[in-house]
């Protein structure tokens, strides 16, 4: 009897790992071919200064228009690119896409000199020796100009070998691009190190702020309290992700938090909506009402 149990048991995790490897498989198949057919394209997600309510950046998010499934959503894809390496030359293809189209962007409009691309970077791009030389070719290729390019990455990815992190880090900073640390909060980086590592920008994970006006327990606030102090004691910026309502953009500017990106302010958009609609030709500003909801994801 318990045999036969345990038999079955077995099997049932047999179907569930194969059905797993099975979809994994598929799934970088596709990638690949999506690659190279073209079907990634970028959303982007306007940061927005507190202050005046102006764009200071655009978050570059990757989106798979994969036929028969509509537009599919990174959480989907980028774990398995990760898992299979598809990420570095799916990395690579994002890098030079949103540095070509922030370029394409300047010159249209030359009131947006002052503003920059954001490109999340997985940690196996982060592993890559070509990473910096890769970085300086797509500034070279595109025409964009160090300043206008930021690049996210996560705690984790950093504290995974601090040494190397503080080292290569450097050196991306140096040619005068902007380091913002991802979804700050939710790794384990140690406080203790924050002060050593060349960054620039730390952009406060979501659940803090989901919290801000949701929580009952007062310590939620008092650590975002905490955190955003400690940031500008060390003098990084602070972007405070999805900012969703009212009362947290009230509770985040009365920190002094300077910047923030959410659904309150924009949704992510595909480059046609930035161009048609909402930049003004002649001021290079945004000209679309905050509030103002997307059919994105
Ligand atoms: P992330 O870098 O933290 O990006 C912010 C995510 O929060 C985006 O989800 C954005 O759509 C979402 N978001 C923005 N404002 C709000 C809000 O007010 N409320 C809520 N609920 N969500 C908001 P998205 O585009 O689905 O991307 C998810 C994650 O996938 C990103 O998190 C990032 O880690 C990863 N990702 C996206 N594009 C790339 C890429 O090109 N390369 C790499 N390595 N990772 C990427
Ligand atoms: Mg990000
Ligand atoms: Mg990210
Ligand atoms: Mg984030």
Same mark, same amino acid.
């Given at each position: 009897e318990a045999k036969s149990a345990g038999g079955d048991c077995c099997k049932m995790f047999e179907k569930r790992m194969y059905r797993r490897f099975k979809r994994v498989l598929e799934l970088e198949t596709a990638m690949r071919k999506a690659l190279e057919n073209e079907e990634f394209v970028l959303h982007y997600q306007p940061i927005v200064?507190?202050?005046?309510?102006?764009?200071s950046s655009f978050e570059a998010l990757a989106r798979w228009q994969r036929k028969g499934f509509g537009l599919t959503p990174p959480a989907e894809f980028i774990p398995v690119a990760e898992e299979t390496g598809l990420i570095l030359p799916l990395g690579r293809w994002v890098l030079a896409k949103a540095c070509e189209q922030m370029s394409l962007w300047q010159k249209t409009? %030359?009131?947006?000199?002052?503003c920059s691309v954001c490109v999340n970077l997985s940690g196996r791009q982060f592993k890559d020796p070509d990473l910096e030389e890769h970085i300086m070719q797509v500034l070279q290729d595109t025409g964009?100009? %160090?300043?206008?390019l930021k690049l996210e990455i996560t705690e984790n990815e950093v504290m995974h070998n601090p040494e190397r992190a503080i080292e290569l880090l450097g050196r991306i900073r140096k040619l005068g691009i902007k380091i913002m640390v991802d979804d700050?909060?939710?790794?384990?980086?140690s406080l203790s190190y924050l002060h050593r590592f =060349?960054?620039?920008?730390?952009?406060?994970?979501r659940n803090f702020v989901d919290r801000?006006?949701?929580?009952?327990? =007062?310590s939620d606030r008092k650590i975002v309290e905490a955190i955003v102090a400690l940031a500008h004691g060390l003098n990084l910026e602070v972007v405070a992700e999805g900012v969703e309502r009212v009362a947290q953009r009230e509770f985040l500017a009365k920190l002094n938090c300077q910047f923030a990106q959410g659904f309150l302010y924009y949704r992510p958009m595909p480059p046609e909506m930035i161009r048609e609609?909402?930049?003004?030709?002649?001021?290079?500003?945004?000209l679309m009402p905050p509030n103002t909801h997307h059919p994105s994801l």
């Amino acid at each position: 009897e318990a045999k036969s149990a345990g038999g079955d048991c077995c099997k049932m995790f047999e179907k569930r790992m194969y059905r797993r490897f099975k979809r994994v498989l598929e799934l970088e198949t596709a990638m690949r071919k999506a690659l190279e057919n073209e079907e990634f394209v970028l959303h982007y997600q306007p940061i927005v200064s507190m202050k005046c309510g102006g764009v200071s950046s655009f978050e570059a998010l990757a989106r798979w228009q994969r036929k028969g499934f509509g537009l599919t959503p990174p959480a989907e894809f980028i774990p398995v690119a990760e898992e299979t390496g598809l990420i570095l030359p799916l990395g690579r293809w994002v890098l030079a896409k949103a540095c070509e189209q922030m370029s394409l962007w300047q010159k249209t409009y %030359p009131a947006l000199a002052d503003c920059s691309v954001c490109v999340n970077l997985s940690g196996r791009q982060f592993k890559d020796p070509d990473l910096e030389e890769h970085i300086m070719q797509v500034l070279q290729d595109t025409g964009l100009s %160090p300043k206008s390019l930021k690049l996210e990455i996560t705690e984790n990815e950093v504290m995974h070998n601090p040494e190397r992190a503080i080292e290569l880090l450097g050196r991306i900073r140096k040619l005068g691009i902007k380091i913002m640390v991802d979804d700050f909060g939710t790794g384990y980086s140690s406080l203790s190190y924050l002060h050593r590592f =060349p960054i620039d920008v730390l952009k406060l994970d979501r659940n803090f702020v989901d919290r801000l006006d949701t929580s009952t327990v =007062p310590s939620d606030r008092k650590i975002v309290e905490a955190i955003v102090a400690l940031a500008h004691g060390l003098n990084l910026e602070v972007v405070a992700e999805g900012v969703e309502r009212v009362a947290q953009r009230e509770f985040l500017a009365k920190l002094n938090c300077q910047f923030a990106q959410g659904f309150l302010y924009y949704r992510p958009m595909p480059p046609e909506m930035i161009r048609e609609g909402y930049l003004d030709k002649s001021s290079g500003k945004i000209l679309m009402p905050p509030n103002t909801h997307h059919p994105s994801l």
